[in-house]
């Protein structure tokens, strides 16, 4: 698949990075040659010093024969001016990074369609939906839902505490509400099959049904932690603005910003039971005069990874329960997990998963990577005569570090064993190691 990038900021040079490792053929441009270094030295992928709104260099970059044409310069207009272009050089397909919640109306959108730019994507308010996502329970680090919420992923670190622990999988016993699709235990992510067993300290993967999610939280040990209602922001970023657009009233919000000016815009912004305060964050006398130890939430969401990592260690000796870290620096990842960050947002990885959905043949609803476990989760929807409607789950020849995490038919949820038969229509949700997800998709064509 051939794939221009233009945009070497944060996004597009993970995105460039990622596709080159899977034999894709990827071209990356940017008007600024210091930006793009030696990434075309490093990777399988070739760089360009071009400006994305030039006709000229488009064409130069070749991007009238690009499969998929990206555009995620941090200026959305030249985004969308160079998907307009791309496009009429003859691009498949585009898609242009936005900063304006509007344009993802669904009539704006179309409007969109219309004139050359097919998708769109705003990080920033992707994040926002994953950290709401989060704070739905105290005791989860991930919350995924799949068609409304008939099925939901749910990632725990499990404690001493847990039920579940140094014992086979298969001793659990059959038809149980619930299905472990990964453990995460030193960086390493395993698929587990049933002679595995889960230990203290591992990060858990369930996929269940909503209404088993209790069974899940008391096996998990997780009962007596307390349920979210004070939240604080660190940090009033447009994430944190989106953030708390989305929370609305759910919970008591408060938003601590050292800018001044910036306090003013947010609190034009937000509802008026958003407390907005001006202040340092990282000052322990503000955070305990603003009720910290007896907040269940503490976001942080500074342009720092390494604020916001301490902030949440702090946070956590305050007695916070549920953390949440804005972390964009990818190697910093595996330090927040050892200093038990309890959520992280990567904007560069959300913004990744979504890209990666456009790039495959098969029908896919929802494409997430995982930033705690080098594995991706898509939600496949089985077209008319696929391999996977010919044999039951066990006959599946699935390959090693894959799994079959549940589906849906019609709008119900259900967990799969191995004698479940997949058939036209479901929506199939695999669970696999990273960089598989291509290879299984022909298993849904």
Same mark, same amino acid.
């Given at each position: 698949?051939?794939?221009?990038?233009?945009?070497?900021?944060? *996004?597009?040079?993970?995105?460039?990075?990622?596709?080159?490792? =899977?034999?894709?053929?990827?071209?990356?441009?940017?008007?600024?040659?210091?930006?793009?270094?030696?990434?075309?030295?490093?990777?399988?992928?070739?760089?360009?010093?071009?400006?994305?709104?030039?006709?000229?260099?488009?064409?130069?970059?070749?991007?009238?024969?690009?499969?998929?044409?990206?555009?995620?310069?941090?200026?959305?207009?030249?985004?969308?001016?160079?998907?307009?272009?791309?496009?009429?050089?003859?691009?498949?397909?585009?898609?242009?990074?936005?900063?304006?919640? =509007?344009?993802?109306?669904?009539?704006?959108?179309?409007?969109?369609?219309? !004139?050359?730019?097919?998708?769109?994507?705003?990080?920033?308010?992707?994040?926002?939906?994953?950290?709401?996502?989060?704070?739905?329970?105290?005791?989860?680090?991930?919350?995924?839902?799949?068609?409304?919420?008939?099925? *939901?992923?749910?990632?725990?670190?499990?404690?001493?505490?847990?039920?579940?622990?140094?014992?086979?999988?298969?001793?659990?016993?059959?038809?149980?509400?619930?299905?472990?699709?990964?453990?995460?235990?030193?960086?390493?992510?395993?698929?587990?099959?049933?002679?595995?067993?889960?230990?203290?300290?591992?990060?858990?993967?369930?996929?269940?049904?909503?209404?088993?999610?209790?069974?899940?939280?008391?096996?998990?040990?997780?009962?007596?932690?307390?349920?979210?209602?004070?939240?604080?922001?660190?940090?009033?970023?447009? !994430?944190?603005?989106?953030?708390?657009?989305?929370?609305?009233?759910?919970?008591?919000?408060?938003?601590?910003?050292?800018?001044?000016?910036?306090?003013?815009?947010?609190?034009?912004?937000?509802?008026?039971?958003?407390?907005?305060?001006?202040?340092?964050?990282?000052?322990?006398?503000?955070? *305990?005069?603003?009720?910290?130890?007896?907040?269940?939430?503490?976001?942080?969401?500074?342009?720092?990874?390494?604020?916001?990592?301490?902030?949440?260690?702090?946070?956590?000796?305050?007695?916070?329960?549920?953390?949440?870290?804005?972390?964009?620096?990818?190697?910093?990842?595996?330090?927040?997990?050892?200093?038990?960050?309890?959520? *992280?947002?990567?904007?560069?990885?959300?913004?990744?998963?979504?890209?990666?959905?456009?790039?495959?043949?098969?029908?896919?609803?929802?494409?997430?990577?995982?930033?705690?476990?080098?594995?991706?989760?898509?939600?496949?929807?089985?077209?008319?005569?696929?391999?996977?409607?010919?044999?039951?789950?066990?006959?599946?020849?699935?390959?090693?570090?894959?799994?079959?995490?549940?589906?849906?038919?019609?709008? =119900?949820?259900?967990?799969?064993?191995?004698?479940?038969?997949?058939? =036209?229509?479901?929506?199939?949700?695999?669970?696999?190691?990273?960089?598989?997800?291509?290879?299984?998709?022909?298993?849904?064509?």
């Amino acid at each position: 698949m051939r794939i221009v990038i233009a945009g070497a900021g944060d *996004v597009g040079t993970h995105l460039a990075k990622l596709l080159s490792g =899977e034999n894709q053929d990827i071209t990356l441009i940017d008007d600024s040659k210091e930006r793009l270094g030696s990434l075309d030295a490093n990777f399988d992928l070739l760089t360009i010093t071009a400006s994305p709104t030039s006709i000229k260099d488009l064409r130069e970059a070749e991007a009238g024969r690009a499969d998929l044409f990206v555009a995620v310069t941090p200026d959305e207009s030249r985004n969308i001016v160079a998907c307009q272009l791309a496009h009429s050089l003859g691009a498949q397909k585009t898609l242009a990074r936005v900063d304006n919640y =509007e344009y993802l109306m669904p009539k704006i959108r179309e409007y969109f369609t219309s !004139i050359g730019v097919d998708s769109l994507i705003y990080p920033e308010m992707l994040a926002a939906k994953d950290i709401v996502d989060g704070l739905r329970q105290s005791w989860i680090r991930q919350w995924w839902e799949f068609a409304d919420g008939a099925l *939901v992923m749910i990632g725990v670190k499990l404690r001493d505490n847990a039920q579940i622990l140094n014992v086979p999988l298969y001793t659990l016993g059959s038809g149980l509400p619930y299905h472990i699709v990964a453990i995460v235990r030193d960086n390493e992510t395993i698929i587990p099959g049933g002679s595995d067993t889960i230990q203290a300290g591992d990060l858990v993967y369930f996929m269940t049904m909503r209404k088993s999610i209790p069974i899940v939280r008391r096996i998990a040990g997780k009962e007596e932690l307390p349920d979210i209602r004070d939240v604080i922001i660190m940090g009033g970023s447009r !994430i944190a603005v989106r953030a708390a657009q989305l929370i609305g009233d759910s919970y008591n919000l408060k938003i601590i910003e050292r800018d001044r000016a910036r306090c003013h815009r947010l609190t034009e912004l937000l509802s008026s039971r958003v407390m907005v305060i001006n202040g340092d964050g990282r000052d322990p006398s503000l955070l *305990v005069s603003e009720g910290i130890s007896h907040t269940e939430a503490f976001i942080a969401l500074t342009d720092s990874s390494e604020t916001n990592i301490l902030a949440g260690v702090a946070a956590k000796r305050f007695g916070v329960t549920k953390t949440i870290a804005e972390v964009e620096n990818l190697d910093y990842i595996t330090m927040a997990e050892k200093l038990d960050i309890g959520t *992280v947002i990567n904007k560069k990885k959300i913004a990744a998963s979504h890209i990666y959905q456009m790039m495959l043949d098969a029908d896919v609803s929802n494409v997430k990577c995982l930033t705690f476990a080098n594995a991706d989760v898509a939600e496949f929807v089985v077209k008319p005569g696929a391999r996977v409607t010919r044999n039951t789950v066990k006959d599946l020849n699935l390959p090693r570090g894959a799994t079959i995490g549940g589906l849906i038919r019609g709008h =119900e949820g259900m967990l799969v064993s191995g004698g479940t038969q997949i058939v =036209e229509g479901d929506h199939v949700v695999v669970f696999c190691l990273e960089g598989m997800i291509r290879k299984l998709e022909k298993l849904f064509n």
